[in-house]
């Protein structure tokens, strides 16, 4: 509900919101926790509205209220360790990371081996407060201002998406009035 109510807010406003969204988590070995999630989830929602892809080596963690803003979650030192020891084992290339909320910096205490990759620009850690921060570090591409007439920069990631759901809005308004023609049709040749 929290992820419903961001999209209608700050992308449909009167328009109907015609979007329905499931994320399936596949070869999970644990549980995801809802909270530590939720702006992953809207991420992966929002790449897939404006259709443009996530940096696959950077982790996500946060949580995220109605209006955007990514807010602290727990065990934030385990979860950076956690995904540096993956990339390590991996081979660190310089782009890996994690996006955390800015609000858990202060509770940071990594350990040194960490500190040193970050320091040394082999592993990132991206503090964000809002969605369309993280948004950016995630795909490269502007998430892009509300301006007065309620429309995005033309090619950000909010105008895609916007386009997107206005576009979903539209069929789905036609698809309804053909199916409403139809009906009357079929309701008249009974007569």
Same mark, same amino acid.
């Given at each position: ?16 919101? !015609?979007? !329905? ?16 999630? !939720? !702006? ?152």
């Amino acid at each position: 509900m929290i992820l419903n109510g961001y999209i209608a807010d700050k992308f449909v406003g009167d328009t109907p919101l !015609s979007l !329905s969204a499931r994320l399936v988590f596949e070869q999970s070995y644990g549980e995801i926790e809802g909270d530590s999630a !939720s !702006s992953t989830e809207l991420y992966a929602i929002l790449s897939r509205l404006a259709d443009v892809p996530i940096k696959q080596g950077i982790a996500v963690t946060g949580s995220v209220n109605q209006k955007g803003e990514v807010q602290a979650i727990g065990g934030i030192n385990e979860k950076v360790e956690g995904f540096f020891e993956v990339c390590r084992a991996k081979g660190l290339n310089g782009e890996q990371g994690v996006l955390i909320p800015a609000s858990n910096v202060r509770n940071l205490m990594l350990k040194e081996e960490v500190a040193a990759a970050v320091k040394d620009g082999k592993f990132h850690i991206y503090p964000v407060s809002t969605i369309d921060q993280g948004i950016e570090v995630l795909t490269g591409v502007k998430a892009g201002k509300h301006r007065k007439d309620g429309s995005f920069a033309p090619g950000s990631i909010n105008d895609r998406v916007q386009k997107r759901l206005t576009s979903l809005a539209e069929k789905l308004r036609d698809f309804t009035k053909g199916e409403e023609k139809e009906n009357k049709a079929k309701g008249n040749s009974k007569r």
